[in-house]
């Protein structure tokens, strides 16, 4: 069996040049005035705002490892792992944005609630539709899609599980 595996390290150079491009406005906005209030309160507002990346970063960034009997999600910077069962993936998503890097999304069950993972794609072209072949093995009810409806992928994975095309009305 071949190991799959990804991760969502791309989210902390994301979050870095945030903080960054965050900070320097805030340092131009308290230069900018004379008030000390407003330079405080631009100050504050700049590290709250700062702060909040930086949680939000330590949340998303995951290392995921699609193992024989179960998924393990692993938290980095939370010290957390998480295992899923294949039978609760609901959903993968293969996400295509121009001049981004692709991700696949994973929507499962979780706790009572449906949880979703954003990480980058686990393999390309024929090997992502290996990969969702392994995993429709393991479920056969994870619902497939690829976003942008035109991508490539798309085509792929529908000459593999059959043409779905919209139906249009015929003209007499």
Known sequence: MRKYRSSSRFYITDSVISVVMIIGFGFIGATATENIAAQISVVMVTTLISLWFVIRTRDRVIDVEFKEQFMVVNHIFKNTKARIQYEDIVALEFISVHKRPTINKIKFHFMGKIESI????????????????WLKSKNDNVKV????????????????????YRKVPKID
């Not at 992928?153 to 599980?161: A, D, F, S, T």
């Open 118 to 133: 954003r990480f980058r794609t686990v393999a390309y072209g024929p090997e992502f539709i290996d990969f969702v072949k």
């Open 145 to 164: 899609s690829v976003h942008p409806p035109d991508d490539y992928m798309n085509h792929r994975l529908q000459e593999e599980y059959g043409f779905n």
